[in-house]
């Protein structure tokens, strides 16, 4: 059974920085793809960011503010966010599975979310 659980979000002011984290359960991570979804109220779940079991990586328009990485020795992944806006808030969650399904949001783990909020 593959469980994933996301930490390090919380409130941050605008301009700030925050590192999320998504550890894994099970023995598959290394050789799946990880993404980083995000929803806001009202709106569409969006993928925000992805890593191939190879290490490439996928980015929305962001200018650079995020960064995504893998450490499969701890099935960990991560979403280090820097230059955060208010309109970045929202939950944020990790998602394990083949690249297409996770570029299609239809991987089969998904964590529960951690909040981000952006605000002064």
């Known amino acids: 059974q593959v469980q994933l659980v996301e930490s390090g979000g919380g409130l941050v002011q605008p301009g700030g920085s925050l590192r999320l984290s998504c550890t894994a359960s099970?023995?598959?991570?290394?050789?799946?793809?990880v993404g980083w979804y995000r929803q806001a109220p009202g709106k569409q779940r969006e993928l925000v960011a992805s890593?191939?079991?190879?290490?490439?990586t996928w980015y929305i328009d962001l200018k650079g503010r995020f960064t995504i990485s893998r450490e499969n020795a701890k099935n960990m992944a991560f979403l280090q966010m820097r230059g955060l806006k208010p309109e970045d808030s929202a939950v944020y969650y990790c998602?394990?599975?083949?690249?297409?399904?996770?570029?299609?949001?239809?991987?089969?783990?998904w964590g529960q979310g951690t909040q981000v909020t952006v605000s002064s």
């Open positions: 099970g023995n598959i991570f290394s050789k799946n793809t």
């Open positions: 998602t394990l599975g083949s690249l297409v399904a996770v570029r299609a949001g239809t991987s089969k783990y």
């Open positions: 890593i191939s079991a190879l290490g490439a």
